[in-house]
């Protein structure tokens, strides 16, 4: 059983910055590899940022490249996504998956990720 938490959501103007961060706990084993989504209202999940179980590796999505920033601390098992230059369109619920992973790769694809957090919510205001 795997548990992830998610913290750091709030409201910010456009242009502003927010740090997330995602605690794992449970059997997560010492290969976890992480991702980032998000989900706007009336919208699909969106893929954003993810990260090898290593750290070594990292990708992100089209609408976030070159502002947002994923990392992990494996002594905390924690990932964080920094959120640079931040625009109303970025404003949706922002869920943590994680997923245990033998290869030194990211993962894109939600339906590739077995655990879930809450989700929190960031609104970025014009």
């Known amino acids: 059983q795997v548990q992830l938490v998610e913290s750091g959501g709030g409201l910010v103007r456009a242009g502003g910055s927010l740090t997330l961060s995602c605690a794992a706990s449970g059997r997560t084993g010492s290969r976890y590899a992480m991702g980032w989504f998000r989900q706007a209202p009336g919208k699909e999940r969106e893929f954003v940022a993810a990260v090898n179980w290593s750290g070594t590796k990292t990708g992100y999505g089209d609408n976030v490249k070159g502002r947002f920033t994923i990392s992990r601390d494996n002594a905390k098992n924690t990932v964080y996504l920094q959120m640079n230059s931040l625009k109303p369109e970025d404003t949706a619920v922002y869920y943590c998956?994680?997923?245990?992973?033998?290869?030194?790769?990211?993962?894109?694809?939600?339906?590739?990720?077995?655990?879930w957090g809450q989700g929190t919510q960031v609104t970025v205001s014009s």
């Open positions: 998956a994680g997923r245990i992973s033998t290869y030194s790769t990211y993962h894109t694809d939600d339906h590739l990720y077995p655990d």
